[in-house]
């Protein structure tokens, strides 16, 4: 062939690249078109920045797009974008699209069999949506990292494996509804390092080949059986194994002691008996050791002191009993120490565990201390969290306990104490729970307690307080902000375990803003919302006087029912402008209920089995998130306020016996939807017909506009990917129990 045809040949053929390559570009942007056209019919008002694509620019240059340097489409983000409705089919036309991250949306429905297709794909991350139906990604035999975190997505995995472990290297399928197997799923991934299985249905025994990952999590499942020895080999690279909240059963194998590399382990909730391996002393970057709700002898072995980088340690629910054991009162450099849920009767002086120097926080709760708290407790430098709930200590809280410099949390609740809140409490700033419901404390509320500036959460509830409850009240958590600050700059904000029972009594789990967290708990979704209280990251929906629309922020609550205040409640709670919640029900109060009580973000109010007189405050209608009134049991009087038809939110209304309320119940709007017990002895008010006996005219109940638990869940949802486990590039951003 002559060199002129040769030239003309080459010539034509880079032509008809250039020709390929243009069409192949326009390609990827009419997909992308066609994309944002399907987003948009989806989700009509609240959107993404795809808004922001336009026919007359290159895909290149949009927003949550990346492009080769043939500007070929390589890369969609469209992360935390408003996105809802179902998933789009069409992503395998762009056949270079190597990143696809659809995360912290609420895409529902199947995933399309058209994803299947994206033979290129090598990270795709759907996490934190409502994608439900079984798994079926076997075409994509490229990935290296899949995110499928919290979904709906059900059924066995076998499928899926081996045909997705040529090139994987993280994978994490927790919090979904998957079941089946996983003993023999992986046995080809040769390439993993990042597995997490948590939070689904898995049964069966455990997949043998763990030993060779970085980091295994398969805690809250159905796993059974024994841990064999022979899984720890000499070559084993685990630096993290959570194998929590399963059946296992039998002894811990000493053969751990051969993953060198382990910082974390996590054992707790399982049947594990018989001692703590000694071996596990010869883990030279253990940091985090959770063997709490087992079966364990209370002897626990001398070798874990060399352990010198431990500083968590977890050895709750073992049926402990007696004192506590010596030797916890010689890990020196321990900074989170949980011995709750034991029979624990005494040694807190003589184990030595009051003179720990690094302690930040002790649990003790949930045993059965007897005697005066020991002042000891307030010598300890570093503490924040001190809990000693559910014991059966007596007398009154040492002053001394205002010496905490750096204490945020003290729980007391149920116990046996008596006595006066010391008004040395008033010195502890940086408090934002103070816990100390189910007693017998006497006397008045120190005035003092309005310097605690950090205070959001205070219970004070079934007790035998009396006086009035001080104005100084209202100047709690007026700026709670250098606290949260300081948290935020710490290493790490203390978690590990304990945190759903803990926060079960340091959060009104029946009453929002509060309740609909609870809906989706697991054990680690404790720890994320433990996590971002103590930041002071906003996670509550909540809204301002007189408005409907919710934003999320940290809202606080005041506890003081079953008490004998008396007195008016002061005008100046108006102030507590962060506290959706206040119980102040069966006490002694008396006089008018101040209208200043609506500049509050009020979600649940409860002043039943009172003495409050005059006319209840037309301003509560301003208060247009309140779900909870209870006004029952008052001394109420005068012309039934019409502006309480404005609370459109309200699930729970009562105003029974008040007898000198008169007036007339609205026949029509919120109010006609509760029943006539809502209303009961109160003679001098009319009711509509229909709540005397006669059907007829009675409205339906209004639509609402709130949601709470579907909205409540997407705000979890969304909220967990502040702290929890997130995949993106490949690299394992867990939640981890780590201090």
Same mark, same amino acid.
């Given at each position: 062939m002559s060199e002129e045809k040769l030239l003309i040949l080459s010539f034509l053929f880079i032509a008809g690249q250039i020709v390929v390559d243009a069409s192949s570009l326009q390609n990827d942007k009419d997909v992308l078109l066609e994309l944002k056209i399907f987003l948009q019919d989806n989700n009509p008002f609240n959107r993404g920045r795809y808004t922001e694509w336009s026919n007359s620019s290159s895909p290149c240059d949009w927003p949550g797009i990346s492009c080769s340097v043939n500007e070929r489409v390589t890369g969609i983000n469209l992360s935390d974008y408003n996105i809802s409705g179902n998933m789009f089919g069409n992503f395998s036309r762009m056949t270079e699209l190597s990143v696809l991250d659809l995360s912290q949306n609420t895409i529902e429905g199947p995933i399309p069999d058209d994803l299947n297709r994206c033979k290129n794909l090598r990270h795709l991350n759907l996490s934190h949506n409502i994608l439900a139906g079984e798994l079926n990604l076997t075409g994509l035999t490229n990935l290296e990292t899949l995110d499928l975190t919290v979904n709906r997505l059900e059924g066995g995995i076998q499928l899926n494996f081996p045909a997705l472990c040529n090139n994987l290297v993280t994978l994490n399928m927790s919090f979904n509804d998957f079941t089946g197997r996983i003993d023999d799923c992986f046995n080809e991934c040769w390439k993993l390092q990042h597995l997490d299985l948590r939070d689904n249905n898995f049964s069966g025994p455990i997949w043998s080949g763990f030993q060779r990952l970085r980091e295994f999590s398969v805690s809250e499942n159905e796993l059974t059986g024994e841990i064999s020895p022979s899984i720890f080999t000499e070559n084993c690279t685990l630096e993290l194994l959570d194998l929590s909240e399963n059946h296992f059963d039998g002894s811990i194998p000493k053969e751990v002691s051969n993953c060198k590399n382990l910082s974390f382990l996590d054992l707790w909730d399982n049947n594990f008996t018989g001692t703590?391996?000694?071996?596990?002393?010869?883990?030279?970057?253990?940091?985090?050791?959770?063997? !709490?709700?087992?079966?364990?002898?209370?002897?626990? #072995?001398?070798?874990? &002191?060399?352990?010198? @980088?431990l500083v968590f340690l977890d050895y709750s629910w073992n049926s402990f009993r007696g004192d506590i054991q010596e030797i916890f009162g010689k890990f020196k450099q321990l900074q989170h120490l949980v011995l709750y849920g034991n029979f624990y009767t005494g040694g807190l002086t003589t184990?030595?565990?009051?003179?720990?120097?690094?302690?930040?926080?002790?649990? &003790?709760?949930?045993?059965?201390?007897?005697?005066?708290?020991?002042? %000891?407790?307030?010598?300890?430098?570093?503490?924040? $969290?001190?809990?000693?709930?559910?014991? @059966?200590?007596?007398g009154s809280i040492p002053p001394e306990f205002g010496n905490f410099s750096a204490l945020q949390a003290l729980d007391l609740s149920?116990?046996?104490?008596? =006595?006066?809140?010391?008004?040395?409490?008033?010195?502890?700033? +940086?408090?934002? *729970?103070?816990?100390?419901?189910?007693?017998?404390?006497?006397?008045?509320?120190?005035? %003092?307690?309005?310097?605690?500036?950090?205070?959001? *959460?205070?219970?004070?509830?079934?007790?035998?307080?009396?006086?009035? /409850?001080?104005?100084?009240?209202?100047?709690?958590?007026?700026?709670?902000?250098?606290?949260? &600050?300081?948290?935020?700059?710490?290493?790490?904000?203390?978690?590990?375990?304990? %945190?759903?029972?803990?926060?079960?009594? *340091?959060?009104?789990?029946? $009453?929002?803003?509060?309740?609909?967290? $609870?809906?989706?708990? +697991?054990?680690?979704?404790?720890?994320?919302? *433990?996590?971002?209280?103590?930041?002071?990251?906003?996670?509550?929906? /909540?809204?301002?006087?007189?408005?409907?629309?919710?934003?999320? @922020?940290?809202?606080? $609550?005041?506890?003081?029912?079953?008490? @004998?205040?008396?007195?008016?409640?002061?005008?100046?709670? =108006?102030?507590?402008?962060?506290?959706?919640?206040?119980?102040?029900?069966?006490?002694?109060?008396?006089?008018?209920?101040?209208?200043?009580?609506?500049?509050? #973000?009020?979600?649940?109010? %409860?002043?039943?089995?009172? !003495?409050?007189?005059?006319?209840?405050?037309?301003?509560?209608?301003k208060a247009r998130c309140l779900e909870n009134l209870d006004l029952s049991h008052n001394n109420f009087s005068g012309e039934f306020p019409a502006s309480l038809n404005n609370l459109t939110q309200l699930s729970e209304f009562n105003v029974s016996l008040n007898p000198l309320i008169s007036g007339t119940v609205p026949p029509t709007g919120q109010l006609a939807t509760f029943e006539k017990e809502s209303f009961l002895g109160n003679p001098l008010l009319h009711l509509p017909n229909f709540m005397n006996g006669s059907s007829s005219n009675r409205s339906p109940p209004p639509p609402s506009s709130y949601n709470t638990k579907k909205t409540g869940m997407y705000i979890f949802l969304g909220f967990l990917v502040l702290t929890s486990t997130v995949f993106a590039t490949g690299v394992l951003l867990r939640l981890s129990l780590q201090p």
């Open positions: 703590t391996p000694s071996e596990i002393g010869t883990l030279p970057n253990l940091m985090t050791l959770l063997l !709490g709700k087992n079966r364990l002898s209370r002897e626990i #072995p001398e070798s874990l &002191l060399n352990l010198t @980088q184990s030595g565990i009051l003179k720990l120097p690094k302690i930040l926080r002790l649990d &003790l709760s949930v045993n059965s201390f007897t005697g005066p708290l020991p002042v %000891e407790f307030s010598e300890m430098p570093s503490l924040k $969290y001190l809990i000693l709930a559910f014991n @059966q200590f007596n149920f116990n046996r104490l008596t =006595g006066k809140i010391p008004p040395t409490i008033g010195k502890l700033t +940086s408090l934002l *729970w103070l816990m100390l419901a189910n007693n017998s404390i006497t006397g008045e509320i120190p005035r %003092e307690i309005g310097n605690c500036s950090s205070l959001l *959460w205070l219970n004070l509830a079934y007790n035998r307080l009396s006086g009035t /409850i001080p104005t100084e009240i209202s100047n709690i958590a007026q700026n709670p902000t250098p606290t949260f &600050l300081s948290n935020r700059n710490s290493s790490r904000v203390p978690a590990g375990s304990g %945190e759903c029972s803990t926060m079960g009594r *340091w959060i009104p789990t029946n $009453y929002p803003p509060f309740h609909f967290v $609870y809906s989706l708990l +697991s054990r680690k979704s404790c720890r994320s919302i *433990w996590g971002s209280l103590l930041k002071g990251h906003p996670i509550f929906p /909540i809204c301002s006087t007189g408005s409907m629309v919710r934003t999320l @922020q940290i809202t606080g $609550y005041l506890q003081l029912t079953g008490n @004998q205040f008396s007195g008016n409640l002061p005008p100046e709670i =108006g102030k507590l402008h962060n506290f959706t919640l206040v119980h102040v029900g069966m006490n002694n109060l008396s006089g008018q209920l101040p209208a200043e009580i609506a500049n509050m #973000p009020l979600m649940v109010l %409860e002043v039943s089995y009172n !003495g409050f007189s005059g006319e209840i405050p037309s301003e509560l209608g």
